[in-house]
């Protein structure tokens, strides 16, 4: 099969690879559908994160079963199946808790840019959507598979609810699907943090009603500005550098929650800052699953069309243009065709 394998730094082929097999009664191997490129992806393609050895890339998928493991009951070969970029038992007392992401069992899904994947833990990672979906609806359940789920957990974490004014830090596919997430869960102003006129479109389309196009201290200070003085209730943090995380902190008033999903590179918060600031902190990787079968459904019922945050859309023998694209910020986000 074709699959998508990063070499080095700024070096990403598509090669023949062997289909993956079922290893473990547990696993489900799936056809996919539909497979992109993520922000995070980005990291080891800037050489930000060290490469070991030749990785197959991809982690957000949909697609189709194609083979099930000995004791997977809850899908079945033929199913469409969503799955988050972490495969989680879904039954520890961790997940019963809605931290699928901090699962004691939690092994992460890789190689998704590619025609097949082995997804393990497959009962608790996968949901089958109800029917096979039409067409147009499959940019918006592959988002499900990550930054919609993850945009969704960062709202959640900074308790964003109605009548809150939210600041969301960062313009990539999380940053402007946490402003999505921020106007379903009741929003009443949304801070979009942006410099780019088509990001900043489609964050308003998405539900913002202002836009700061400045950064750092002047961005804060321009959310302090219109939040009189106070800073917003809620902050979503969604790129993962010192600068982004000391903003989304400092635009956050006493009291308020920063939810933080960016992965966080050489982040160190001074002590002080932070002890002054009386924000509340929550973040990491998002327990995507547990927001999956609503988000779903949300999404066959067209309420929500997070699909809108895929402007290119390439065939899989052209991944390394996607990777190029992304890193240019041409595209905000790339969909392969496998
Ligand atoms: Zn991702
Ligand atoms: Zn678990």
Not at 1 to 27: C, F
Not at 231 to 259: D, F, N
Request: with cysteine; proline share 6%; charged share 20%.
């Amino acid at each position: 099969m074709r699959a998508t394998i990063m070499h080095a730094p700024g070096d990403v082929r598509v090669e023949d690879r062997d289909k993956p097999a079922i290893q473990r009664p547990t696993d489900a191997v799936i056809k996919l559908v539909a497979a992109c490129v993520c922000g995070s992806d980005l990291w080891p393609y800037r050489g930000a994160d060290k490469l070991a050895r030749p990785q197959p890339m991809g982690h957000e998928y949909v697609g189709i079963v194609e083979e099930i493991g000995a004791d997977v009951k809850n899908v079945q070969p033929g199913q469409f199946v969503v799955g988050s970029f972490i495969a989680s038992d879904n039954t520890c007392e961790i997940c019963r808790s809605g931290y699928q992401s901090g699962c004691v069992h939690r092994q992460g899904v890789g190689g998704a840019q590619a025609e097949y994947l082995r997804v393990p833990l497959a009962d608790g990672t996968l949901v089958a959507a109800p029917e096979m979906p039409d067409h147009e609806k499959i940019p918006s359940l592959l988002a499900a598979s990550d930054v919609l789920g993850t945009g969704w957990f960062a709202a959640k974490a900074a308790e964003v609810g109605p009548g809150k004014t939210v600041a969301v830090v960062g313009d990539g596919a999380v940053g402007l699907l946490g402003v999505l997430a921020a106007q379903r869960m009741g929003a009443e102003r949304i801070i979009a943090m942006s410099r780019h006129v088509n990001r900043q479109a489609l964050a308003r389309e998405f539900g913002a009603t202002d836009i700061v196009a400045e950064r750092g201290d002047a961005g804060v200070k321009k959310i302090k500005e219109l939040t009189g003085g106070l800073g917003a209730h809620s902050v979503l943090e969604a790129v993962g550098t010192q600068e982004s995380m000391l903003q989304a902190i400092h635009a956050t008033r006493a009291g308020g929650h920063v939810g933080f999903v960016g992965v966080s590179h050489d982040v160190a918060l001074p002590g002080r800052d932070l002890f002054s600031s009386h924000v509340h902190l929550h973040g990491g990787p998002a327990p995507v699953r547990q927001y999956l079968p609503e988000l779903i459904d949300l999404i066959l019922r067209g309420e929500i069309n997070p699909g809108k945050v895929f402007d290119l859309e390439l065939p899989l023998d052209q991944a390394p243009e996607a990777y190029k694209a992304m890193d240019e910020r041409r595209a905000i986000k790339v969909l392969l065709r496998p």
